[in-house]
């Protein structure tokens, strides 16, 4: 195996073109697992532990620019004022010590269904920065995820970063596992209002096979929910949004659960993120 451990983000870009095969590695939270255990062995690992750029972050014109290398353990102490579902959601992963070496980054270039992160980024619409030596782009994040670790990332390309626009509203994420900490979700949920638009942003995880939105909630919460002053919704209105969502989802039958324990659970947790939201916006998260 060849080990590339570049200094600068432009021997970073240009190794990954002359080697697209190369698997990026930074925390190693998700590589180093596959490597113990063998079920990778990949020719080449891109080390990206030495370049500066991906651990930092910052404003972007109208978007938290968040570095693809930047710990969970940031973003849930420094960043949950700027992106809340996603702090709710980095403060859920695994342990401390894994928080500590893992990131956002890592979770979007392992595109695995039941990644914590995604159910945020998809609901607030964010955008994955995707650079290669060919430039630069950005993907929606509703459409960067293709299926069970694939993703619109070309092989040349490096996740740069993940940019969050600033909340407009209650933002919630909710996770359920086996337990309460060091487990993959069974299921997820996150939630993100913008009083702004008077629109409702969904994110569903580990219930199909890649990060799902359900359209439909969104537009019968934007035209159901309480801009005005925020009072909780109808018992029958917020059971009907847990429906929809439930209905949105593609779960299948796994050792971690059944697909009608993971649709139950999803209208759970999201008629709990309605309410949640209705408290927040009252108190002024708008």
Not at 93 to 105: C, D, F, K, L, T
């Amino acid at each position: 195996m060849e080990f590339i451990s570049p200094s600068t983000w432009e021997d970073a870009l240009a190794a990954k073109s002359g080697r697209p095969d190369a698997v990026p590695i930074m925390g190693g939270t998700d590589v180093m697992v596959e490597l113990n255990f063998d079920r990778r062995r990949p020719a080449a690992l891109l080390d990206l532990s030495r370049v500066p750029e991906p651990a930092q972050w910052g404003p972007d014109g109208p978007y938290l620019r968040l570095g693809a290398g930047v710990p969970y353990t940031e973003v849930v102490e420094r960043l949950a004022a700027r992106a809340p579902a996603l702090a709710r959601a980095a403060r859920s992963v695994a342990s401390p010590q894994i928080r500590n070496r893992g990131s956002v980054g890592g979770n979007l270039g392992t595109a695995s269904p039941a990644g914590d992160c995604h159910p945020p980024l998809v609901a607030a619409g964010a955008l994955v920065e995707l650079e290669s030596v060919r430039g630069v782009r950005r993907v929606p994040a509703r459409e960067f995820y293709l299926g069970p670790g694939r993703s619109a990332r070309e092989d040349d390309e490096l996740i740069s970063a993940v940019l969050v626009s600033a909340p407009a509203g209650p933002q919630q994420f909710s996770k359920i596992g086996t337990r309460n900490a060091m487990v993959i979700a069974v299921a997820s949920f996150s939630l993100v209002l913008d009083a702004a638009a008077r629109s409702a942003g969904t994110g569903i995880g580990s219930a199909g096979p890649r990060p799902l939105r359900s359209p439909r909630a969104e537009e019968f919460l934007a035209a159901e929910f309480d801009w005005e002053g925020g009072t909780d919704p109808s018992e029958a209105a917020a059971r009907h949004f847990g429906e929809l969502v439930a209905a949105a989802a593609q779960p299948i039958d796994d050792v971690r659960g059944s697909a009608a324990y993971r649709r139950q659970a999803l209208s759970v947790m999201a008629r709990r993120a309605v309410l949640w939201c209705a408290a927040d916006y009252r108190k002024g998260a708008r």
